[in-house]
């Protein structure tokens, strides 16, 4: 069970020492490599400040109800704690509240799952109202979830008396009355906030530059990204909210455009599916954006599924159609590919189009990135809308094919569509008879 060491991670960060655990079942069918499972569950610790003192994986011979962890494997970590001077385990798994007690009371610190840990993240990114509540949502169904298994267990060490509540009623009763309140206030908020939604997304348009939001699972190398793109750059020193907001920042392009880098809060795999709703509202920000670049890490085993998973949440965000026009992906991590197919990565980036190669690490293909994004964003800045007769489907459909339509609202005999479009085709349409530009 001891077979690979624990790893010493940077002390330098000055959070919480922290111990990251992944158990994973010997031999379990979907068994997939328990170091990547690790790295990604260190990657999500070190995302909100803390510092992963000892990362280890732990196989598990068989489930134990009581601990998850094998006896053995409980003692051994206690010296670890002790020594280390851990103050947080993360057991990247699920635990159920009397497992979760059990190894606190082992180990003599506090212990949280892998929910509870992504629940935090979730919790310290939100940015939008929208995403608060649905976080908040989420971590109450948890709480409420943990009282309720939890149940027999509690009644009994509280020897059945009911002290806070009404007559008959127990603390957990009580418990999970005043947090099923609080629930459907909460959801009653969220319904508001998600009608009036689109207004206060017009309002906060007025971001005098566009936004470019950097999205992809967690480790793929998107905040190396966000700070190699921004280190040496004077601008993202200037803005006001940098400073405020540690995840967005200001870039200057080569061509002297200027544009506002978002790191977004990254994706996980197997993510709890409670926590899928509060997941999609962090992502509301990206929605905003004038850019997306996927980051995708291209040395991990699992990349393409990864890449599937990303794109398929896009897809369901409500980014407008044909959304891949303004989407670069960034293949990082290339120098941890062999020689000859980092060249051929390299080579594709050459060509025009959506994908490039780069390494976040050691900058390779960074300065091409920035030449891609500018000229990607002086397509996107194209947005204009125009008055078509219905009737006239030649310029209806050649609208269709060459520009991305963002908005249309068709009157009596008249569409007014938003869309768009890059110069060259702004050029075609303007000499198309029957098309009338707004304002
Ligand atoms: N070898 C290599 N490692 C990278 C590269 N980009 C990021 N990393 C490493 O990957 C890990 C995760 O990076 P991070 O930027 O935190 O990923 P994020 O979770 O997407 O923000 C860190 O250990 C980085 O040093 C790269 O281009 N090459
Ligand atoms: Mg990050």
Request: glycine content about 8%.
């Amino acid at each position: 069970m001891n077979d690979h060491p624990a790893k010493g991670a940077s002390d330098s960060a000055s959070g919480t020492r922290v111990l990251v655990v992944h158990p994973f079942m010997k031999g379990a069918p979907d068994s997939r490599d328990p170091q990547a499972r690790l790295d990604e569950a260190v990657g999500l610790a070190q995302a909100i400040a803390l510092d992963v003192a000892v990362a280890e994986y732990v196989s598990l011979s068989k489930y134990r109800p009581s601990t998850l962890l094998g006896q053995g494997t409980v003692e051994r970590l206690k010296g670890v704690i002790e020594e280390q001077e851990i103050v947080l385990a993360i057991i990247d798994s699920t635990l159920s509240p009397i497992q979760q007690r059990n190894l606190e009371k082992a180990w003599d610190c506090k212990v949280i799952d892998r929910t509870g840990l992504i629940l935090d993240i979730f919790g310290a990114r939100a940015r939008t109202r929208e995403g608060s509540l649905q976080v908040e949502l989420a971590a109450l169904s948890y709480q409420k979830s943990r009282l309720v298994r939890s149940w027999t267990h509690l009644e009994r060490q509280r020897g059945g008396f009911g002290f806070l509540g009404g007559p008959g009623e127990t603390q957990i009763e009580t418990d999970r009355r005043l947090i099923g309140e609080r629930i459907a206030r909460l959801k009653k908020e969220l319904e508001e906030v998600k009608r009036t939604r689109d207004l206060h997304r017009k309002a906060r348009k007025r971001v005098p530059y566009p936004i470019v939001a950097l999205v992809g699972y967690t480790n793929a190398g998107k905040s190396t990204l966000f700070n190699r793109l921004t280190k040496s750059d004077v601008f993202a020193q200037d803005l006001l909210f940098a400073t405020l907001d540690p995840t967005m920042r200001g870039l200057q392009l080569p061509s002297g455009r200027k544009v506002i880098l978002s790191d977004t809060v990254g994706f996980v795999s197997d993510l709890p599916h409670e926590l899928v709703a509060a997941f999609r509202a962090t992502l509301e920000e990206v929605r905003e954006a004038d850019l997306i670049i996927h980051v995708r890490d291209v040395a991990h085993p699992e990349s393409e599924a990864q890449k599937k998973d990303v794109e398929s949440v896009l897809k369901e965000l409500d980014l407008g159609s044909a959304y891949e026009q303004r989407l670069i992906e960034a293949l990082n991590k290339i120098d941890l590919l062999e020689a000859d197919e980092r060249e051929g990565a390299l080579a594709a980036s050459a060509r025009p189009g959506h994908k490039l190669a780069v390494s976040a690490l050691t900058g390779d293909g960074c300065a091409l990135l920035l030449e891609r994004i500018d000229s990607m964003i002086s397509i996107t800045m194209n947005q204009i809308s125009v008055t078509i007769s219905l009737s006239d489907g030649a310029s209806m459909a050649w609208v269709y094919e060459h520009g991305e339509v963002l908005e249309r609202q068709d009157g009596e005999d008249k569409a007014i569509l938003k869309l768009r479009l890059d110069e060259a085709n702004l050029s075609r349409l303007k000499s198309r008879l029957g098309v009338t530009f707004d304002d």
